[in-house]
């Protein structure tokens, strides 16, 4: 649970525990020790004590006599510290069964999958009180109410076993909330398009893939399946998050993917992840993408770490107006990012991160081959941007973490400023903006953080943040009339097991 106070970017790092096996690999060396120590006992000291009998320098009479009473007492004693070894023996020999019993029990496929999950809900307030819904917002989107943010239940195991890293295991994360209706996947549904996000419903499957590692240098991990998107700094689940809600970049990044991936680290320092896979986002221009993803990771320093990669590939939708929709591969559209994160220690985080996307838009030829006029397209709506191409766009941006923890006697307490600058001169890629029309969107969030010592609340994390949003047009509704600027509290509480 204290990731989500200390960030935890999972996916981008997979790593190996051997904990258990270095322990039960421990235990064993110790009870072969004592085995072998017991036997050198036998057969050392038990002869020398009967030699030393046998050799007293007394008189012949006497030398008989005490030879004989010595040897009587020494068998005694001799049978007695055997005796005492026998048992000693067989309760090692026993508690060896007992470890290697629980060894391949460990390691039998069953007992090694978690069972695991998060919850967490929130109630956020506009301060000016719109009647309509929170701009640039993926969950929390009421202006003044409850929401159950996220609600997951993920069942997994890692591949191989506590003797053996090599093997095959799965993800399967079932999600509920506001946050899956943002992420929700296209599944070819046509309402995908049609329907706010609003309208979608609250729940969906967000991960499910086998995982395999396969015995290729350092090991080769392979992802076949659907996963949660990699790129940009922050992550789907906010418990992994220093924030309640996401910044201006996030909405405009892709969101799951579904394809086959390949993680290598090449040098200790650096992990690889490639993808091929079909991509969703509900924000234009970027809706299914069949693309080629990399992910890279690099730590030169501990305390210093790297994040960059790319998205590529093609395959935008429109729908028309008798609910027909047609698909356009011809133009490509990209998107990239790059992070920097450093922590000096264990209280302080620095994190920049920049993030640019070029939307190939839909092609004119397509239209005309279809017999489709501009006038008849629902979705999305359709802006000229040169002879040959409706919508074509780019978006670009940067966020700046500052992010404090410090560990006290009642708990925990973390405190996180998010500053960011989202550029959308298209006026197509955030959820407020308007086609063709050039927004500056700028976004200041400070974060409180407190995460009980007590035992009843050891898993559960509460936050309390403001938000400020701004843009150089009035896109945020008001009560009466659109704002240029937008301004939130919200309070969440986040459980995990």
């Not at 960030?7 to 072998?36: A, P, Y």
């Not at 049978?79 to 029990?105: F, G, P, R, V, Y």
């Not at 998107?229 to 969101?255: H, K, V």
Request: charged share 15%; proline share 4%; aromatic share 12%.
């Amino acid at each position: 649970m204290q990731a989500g106070i200390r960030n935890c970017k999972n996916g981008k790092n997979r790593v190996m525990q051997n904990s258990k096996l270095s322990t039960v690999l421990i235990s064993s060396k110790k009870l072969m020790f004592l085995v072998l120590f017991a036997v050198f006992f036998v057969s050392m000291i038990v002869p020398k004590r009967s030699f030393a009998a046998e050799t007293n320098p007394s008189g012949a009479g006497s030398v008989f006599k005490n030879t004989n009473g010595l040897k009587a007492k020494s068998g005694n004693t001799d049978s007695a510290a055997l005796n005492s070894l026998t048992l000693k023996m067989n309760k090692i020999s026993k508690e060896l069964n007992e470890l290697k019993a629980k060894q391949k029990s460990s390691n039998s496929y069953f007992s090694n999958i978690q069972l695991l999950g998060t919850l967490i809900a929130s109630y956020t307030y506009n301060l000016a009180k719109p009647n309509a819904y929170n701009g640039n917002y993926g969950d929390n989107w009421q202006p003044d109410g409850f929401a159950v943010n996220n609600a997951d239940i993920t069942l997994r195991r890692s591949p191989g076993t506590n003797s053996n890293p090599y093997g095959v295991g799965f993800h399967i994360s079932l999600d509920f909330g506001q946050n899956i209706q943002f992420y929700k996947a296209y599944y070819g549904n046509i309402s995908y398009f049609t329907q706010s996000m609003q309208d979608r419903t609250p729940y969906d499957v967000r991960q499910a893939y086998i995982n395999i590692n396969l015995p290729v240098g350092s090991g080769l991990d392979v992802h076949i399946g659907k996963e949660k998107e990699q790129l940009g700094f922050e992550n789907f689940n906010p418990i992994r998050n220093w924030n309640d809600t996401y910044s201006l970049l996030d909405d405009a990044e892709p969101a799951t993917l579904t394809g086959i991936f390949l993680t290598y680290n090449f040098i200790p320092q650096l992990v690889s992840t490639l993808g091929i896979a079909n991509t969703d986002n509900a924000a234009v221009p970027i809706d299914n993408l069949p693309v080629i993803e990399l992910n890279e990771s690099y730590t030169p320093v501990s305390v210093l770490t790297f994040n960059g990669g790319f998205i590529y590939g093609a395959n935008s939708y429109f729908v028309t107006n008798n609910n027909t929709l047609y698909q356009d591969n011809l133009n490509k559209s990209f998107y990239s990012y790059i992070d920097a994160q450093y922590s000096p220690d264990n209280d302080w985080s620095f994190v920049a991160d920049y993030e640019v996307g070029l939307g190939g838009g839909i092609n004119s030829g397509v239209l005309s081959s279809n017999d489709v006029s501009p006038s008849e397209v629902t979705y999305p709506s359709l802006i000229q941007t040169s002879d040959s191409t409706y919508d074509k766009s780019h978006f670009s941006g940067a966020a700046v973490y500052i992010h404090h923890q410090k560990n006290y006697s009642i708990g925990m307490f973390g405190e996180t400023l998010r500053e960011t600058l989202a550029l959308d001169p298209n006026g197509m890629w955030e959820a407020t903006s308007t086609a063709g029309v050039s927004n500056t969107y700028l976004d200041t969030t400070l974060t409180f953080a407190y995460q009980p010592s007590n035992a009843l609340f050891k898993s559960t994390q509460f936050r309390l943040e403001f938000e400020h949003q701004s843009d150089n047009h009035h896109v945020y509704a008001g009560l009466t009339e659109n704002h240029s600027t937008q301004n939130t509290v919200n309070f969440m509480v986040l459980y995990s097991f």
